[in-house]
């Protein structure tokens, strides 16, 4: 998966949803908002894009700190994108 590449979830979320619009749209700063309110609530796809978006700098600045903290997030609910990126932001530190 690229860095501009953001997953999709099975489950229905309205935040998640208006994310992934506004990511296709090229307005990463409602992306993020949206995402964001999804992951707070526990959407875990929300969490991993959180994470994608703070690893790779994509409408925010780079913080491999957080994007960690939300992976860890995404990861413990099962998402296996999340555990997989996890492992390589803590490999290259």
Same mark, same amino acid.
């Given at each position: 998966?690229?860095?501009?590449?953001?997953?999709?979830?099975?489950?229905?979320?309205?935040?998640?949803?208006?994310?992934?619009?506004?990511?296709?749209?090229?307005?990463?700063?409602? &992306?993020?908002?949206?995402?964001?309110? +999804? %992951?707070?609530? @526990?959407? !875990?796809?929300?969490?991993? =894009?959180? #994470?994608?978006?703070?690893?790779?700098?994509?409408?925010?600045?780079?913080?491999?700190?957080? &994007?960690?903290?939300?992976?860890?997030? +995404? %990861?413990?609910? @099962?998402? !296996?994108?999340?555990?997989? =990126?996890? #492992?390589?932001?803590?490999?290259?530190?």
């Amino acid at each position: 998966m690229s860095a501009t590449q953001i997953q999709a979830q099975e489950a229905e979320n309205a935040n998640f949803e208006a994310g992934i619009s506004a990511y296709q749209a090229n307005n990463m700063p409602l &992306a993020f908002k949206e995402f964001m309110e +999804a %992951a707070t609530s @526990g959407h !875990s796809d929300s969490q991993y =894009n959180i #994470g994608l978006m703070y690893e790779h700098g994509i409408g925010v600045v780079k913080d491999a700190s957080k &994007a960690v903290a939300w992976y860890t997030k +995404a %990861a413990e609910q @099962g998402n !296996s994108g999340a555990e997989f =990126n996890f #492992g390589n932001i803590v490999r290259k530190r």
